[in-house]
């Protein structure tokens, strides 16, 4: 059962710069923290780099709670699509790059939250009792997505 929770969070962004300049700075993950409400801090767990199976510790942050999730590198299609798994949460978090067919330096952003099966029991207990309700945060996750894909434009357009 698919609650507003689990609903499919979205926000998307046409950007005036190339892919590869998009890209590059999408996966310097030490910049994310910048641009996202809620991410602290993204700590690769495996050597080998940016690449599916990597393990990475997120940090994230909502007033005075502070917690972890583990995050698993799902797919890598550079520069143009990047998925990572929250087993924790249940939560698949999607990026996916388009070059303007009409203007190649142009890029089209898509940043996606999908439930593909459901949110972890963790999550369902967690956000009620910390972060303000289960459907409440999502809100505030979908808020936060478009801050951070409005914060990855105005660093590519700088």
């Given at each position: ?81 990047l998925v990572w ?47 303000g309700g289960n ?24």
């Open positions: 059962m698919t609650t507003n929770a689990a609903r499919e969070l979205r926000a998307e962004a046409v950007i005036e710069a190339p892919r590869a300049h998009v890209w590059a700075l999408l996966t310097d993950f030490g910049q994310l923290s910048s641009w996202s409400p809620e991410t602290v801090r993204m700590i690769p767990l495996k050597r080998g780099g940016l690449r599916v199976g990597q393990w990475y510790l997120g940090i994230n942050r909502r007033k005075a709670v502070v917690w972890p999730t583990r995050s698993v590198v799902a797919e890598v299609e550079v520069e143009r699509r798994d929250t087993p924790s949460s249940g939560a698949q978090w999607v990026w996916e790059l388009d070059a303007d067919p009409a203007d190649a330096g142009r890029t089209r952003v898509v940043h996606r939250r999908p439930v593909p099966r459901s949110l972890s029991l963790g999550s369902r207990i967690v956000a009620p009792l910390l972060l459907e409440g945060h999502a809100d505030e996750l979908e808020a936060g997505m478009a801050t951070t894909v409005a914060g990855l434009k105005a660093a590519a357009e700088r």
